[in-house]
């Protein structure tokens, strides 16, 4: 079973956005995979790789599309982008530095953050990219 199953409820209404956050939440699914097959130590190094690859795409993207159109909250909306990479940074070079770091801990953490601001600070834009004619 997934730990985040994709459902309407995590939908932000941008097409592009929602298929980026199904990559991202296929990310923290193979994590959870990984660790209930007692692999989660050796798959967590490429996933955090990938996942710090990947929100950079997805994260010039939401704001590219928010610069053009001016969002009210894009500062707001930078800080919350850069606080998450800055974490998964240090959890990444802890990993690297050989410090022992919970595939738990880690696997809980990246849920809990995606979900609520999937459904809390992306779901703002959503409105105001449709008004803009953004599906």
Known sequence: MALITWSDGLSVKVRQFDDQHKKL????NQLHDGMKAGKGSQVLGDILKSLISYTQTHFAAEEQLMRTHNYPDFEAHKKEHNALVMQVLDLQKQLQGGKPVLTQNVMNFLRDWLTKHIQGDDKKYG?????KGVA
């Open 25 to 28: 939440v296929e990310m923290v």
């Open 127 to 131: 409105p105001f990219f449709n008004g």
